[in-house]
């Protein structure tokens, strides 16, 4: 079992970056696809963008301002977010899933069985 930790919300302008930081322990994360998700209270988790060995994915309303990576070696999964928008405003989770073949991130929160506690973002206008 992969315990997951997220860092590196906060509160930011419009405009400006962020990046967050899920730090695992336990076992390698290179084995699982990863993936940031995001909520607010009340609403469904919203995918964001995951990774599957050279394999990334972003949801549209990310796309060209946002970047997922993994360092396998110290156990971190990196979400860049540029051009945050007050929208961006939620708690951002990272989770982790058991790969399947064909390869493919899984854009579906019910399909990761691992999450962390997850971080406050927050973009003022």
């Known amino acids: 079992q992969v315990h997951l930790v997220e860092s590196g919300g906060g509160l930011v302008q419009a405009g400006g970056s962020l990046r967050l930081v899920c730090t695992a322990s336990?076992?390698?994360?290179?084995?699982?696809?990863m993936a940031w998700f995001r909520q607010v209270p009340g609403k469904e988790r919203e995918f964001v963008g995951g990774i599957w060995g050279e394999i990334t994915d972003y949801a549209d309303f990310v796309k060209g301002r946002c970047s997922v990576s993994l360092d396998s070696a110290r156990k971190t999964l990196f979400l860049q977010l540029d051009s945050l928008k007050p929208e961006d405003t939620d708690v951002y989770y990272c989770a982790t899933a058991n790969p399947s073949y064909p390869p493919t991130v899984y854009r579906v929160a019910s399909r990761y069985n691992n999450w962390g506690q997850g971080t406050q973002v927050t973009v003022s206008s």
């Open positions: 336990g076992s390698s994360l290179s084995a699982y696809v």
